[in-house]
């Protein structure tokens, strides 16, 4: 079983609607990031964190530290979110944790006009 | 501030032959990360830099090594290459390389082994 477990794998929305992805993870972490990355490879960090709620623009992140459990969600959603979001953990295990991400596998998300 | 940057952006090589990518981090970071994404595997950890001195490595074969200069640029090499080592390399460049930091990433290098 992996570390960090993400739903849905793909998802397909149509422009304006509310879009929900999760994120469980089965290890003590210190922090979880969310990242997206477009077609071509490069990889943007959109959050990190460590406990509570964050929000950007229309992008919100949560985080239940007790459920081991992270959503990212996107209000409004437009043909430009189309990406892939990858949630990512730093695990909490000392000097093993330099430098370190551990991956979910990816949401491959589709917003049609 | 200029971002990360990766050199060269796209790779050919055959098996057997060996490889060096390089990556500038952002001016001041001094820890840097590497990582491999295939479809198969997803991204996964290669190694982490900092101040010249590799700190933290993943679950890859000795083929995979890296180093560090002063200035805080990274290099990794792949000896002998393998056709399964096809792959976007992606480095990360943060402050420090501790917990809490948010990792800056490069645009990553396209390698294809043949």
């Known amino acids: 079983k992996n570390e960090v477990e993400q739903s849905p794998q793909n998802l397909t929305a149509q422009e304006g609607e509310f879009i929900t992805i999760n994120c469980s993870y089965s290890v003590g972490i210190s922090a979880l990031h969310w990242l997206q990355q477009h077609p071509g490879g490069g990889i943007v960090s959109l959050f990190m964190?460590?406990?509570g709620k964050k929000k950007h623009g229309r992008l919100i992140a949560t985080i239940n530290i007790q459920e081991k459990h992270s959503s990212l969600h996107i209000t409004a959603s437009h043909p430009r979110d189309s990406a892939v979001y990858i949630c990512a953990v730093s695990l909490y295990a000392g000097g093993t944790s330099y430098g370190k991400l551990t991956f979910g596998q990816g949401t491959i998300l589709t917003v049609h006009p | 501030k200029a971002g990360v940057t990766q050199t060269p952006r796209y790779l050919i090589k055959t098996r057997g032959q060996q490889v060096t990518l390089s990556c500038s981090p952002i001016?001041?970071?001094?820890?840097v990360s590497w990582y491999q994404q295939t479809p198969g595997q997803g991204l996964q950890f290669l190694f982490e830099?900092?101040?010249?001195?590799?700190?933290n490595k993943g679950n890859f074969p000795g083929r995979f090594s890296g180093r560090q200069f002063s200035n805080s640029r990274s290099e990794m090499n792949v000896s002998t290459l393998e056709l399964g080592d096809s792959a976007l390399y992606l480095c990360?460049?943060?402050?420090?390389?501790?917990?809490?930091?948010?990792?800056?990433f490069g645009p990553g290098t396209r390698l294809l082994v043949l």
């Open positions: 964190l460590s406990s």
């Open positions: 830099y900092f101040s010249e001195t590799q700190r």
């Open positions: 990360a460049s943060s402050l420090s390389g501790v917990r809490l930091e948010t990792q800056y």
């Open positions: 001016s001041g970071h001094r820890s």
